[in-house]
């Protein structure tokens, strides 16, 4: 499928956003910036970080489900102190990245499937028993916790932020929709799918459901399935360059390299 100067949609949050924004705008590739979810930090930010200095030395092991878990986490804990002497996890190779940028080099990531599935499949999570920290949000997937349990692992949940769905969708976007501009639709999650779908509302859901879109997982593409989605793509992984990657193979451009 190569969509003809379909804009491409991206639906992440500006902080996750930019470095993909950025490898497209080097390609040339027509693009629009739509965040869908908003982040937000803990409802009550002193009462968690108290919580994580008294308990810091319970934990043997640390995961990470995202890159906004860690930099949240970042705004209330010094991380390179807080994780040393544990095993660190994160679901992706960008988390994994920041991590390393800010001090904490040693941290187990799955090597292709970035997703909670991945991260179960290491070695090192296999068998409790140890205590492990869970950084994420509320209302989330509950599979790796629950699996952990099951394997024998204690495990203590940190919501370091929130997710909120934005309701107004950008001028821009906006536009775009009413004039049925051609669209080639990103998400990295199932929350993001749903939220696009609030956003642009019923009188062009339809119209939406048959843009071409990418996702990163099998689960996503079985969801964007239920919810009606008709042309589903699906990249290697979440991180930028598998993003990259799909998207120019949908563009019919030569791919190019991305960090």
């Known amino acids: 499928m190569k969509p003809a100067r379909h804009m491409?949609?991206?639906?992440?949050?500006?902080?996750?956003?930019?470095?993909?924004?950025?490898?497209?705008?080097?390609?040339?590739?027509?693009?629009?910036?739509?965040?869908?979810?908003?982040?937000?930090?803990p409802v009550d930010p002193v009462a968690l970080q108290r919580a994580l200095e008294a308990e810091r030395h319970r934990y043997s092991l640390a995961l990470f489900t995202s890159l906004n878990a860690v930099q949240q986490a970042a705004t209330l804990i010094h991380l390179p102190d807080w994780l040393a002497g544990k095993s660190v996890f994160a679901v992706g190779q960008a988390t994994a990245q920041w991590l390393a940028e800010h001090g904490v080099s040693e941290v187990q990531v799955p090597a292709r499937k970035q997703t909670s599935e991945g991260l179960l499949a290491?070695?090192?999570?296999?068998?409790?028993?140890?205590?492990?920290?869970?950084?994420?949000?509320?209302?989330?997937?509950?599979?790796?916790?629950?699996t952990l349990r099951q394997r024998g692992f204690v495990v203590e949940e940190y919501h370091v932020y929130r997710r909120e769905t934005m309701k107004t969708p950008s001028p821009a976007f906006q536009q775009a929709v009413s004039e049925r501009q051609p669209l080639l639709l990103t998400a990295t999650s199932t929350a993001m799918l749903e939220g696009l779908l609030a956003m642009?509302?019923?009188?062009?859901?339809?119209?939406?459901?048959?843009?071409?879109?990418?996702?990163?997982?099998?689960?996503?593409?079985?969801?964007?399935?239920?919810?009606?989605?008709a042309q589903i793509l699906q990249a290697a992984n979440a991180s930028n360059p598998a993003l990259l990657q799909q998207i120019q193979q949908c563009m019919g451009q030569e791919p190019a390299s991305s960090s």
């Open 200 to 229: 642009t509302g019923e009188q062009h859901k339809a119209w939406l459901l048959q843009q071409p879109l990418v996702v990163i997982s099998p689960r996503m593409a079985e969801q964007a399935r239920r919810l009606g989605f």
């Open 122 to 146: 290491l070695p090192a999570l296999q068998q409790g028993p140890g205590q492990a920290a869970l950084f994420n949000a509320a209302g989330g997937r509950t599979l790796l916790q629950q």
């Open 8 to 41: 491409v949609v991206i639906t992440r949050p500006p902080a996750q956003a930019e470095a993909l924004l950025q490898a497209l705008r080097n390609t040339g590739t027509p693009i629009l910036h739509q965040p869908v979810l908003q982040i937000l930090p």
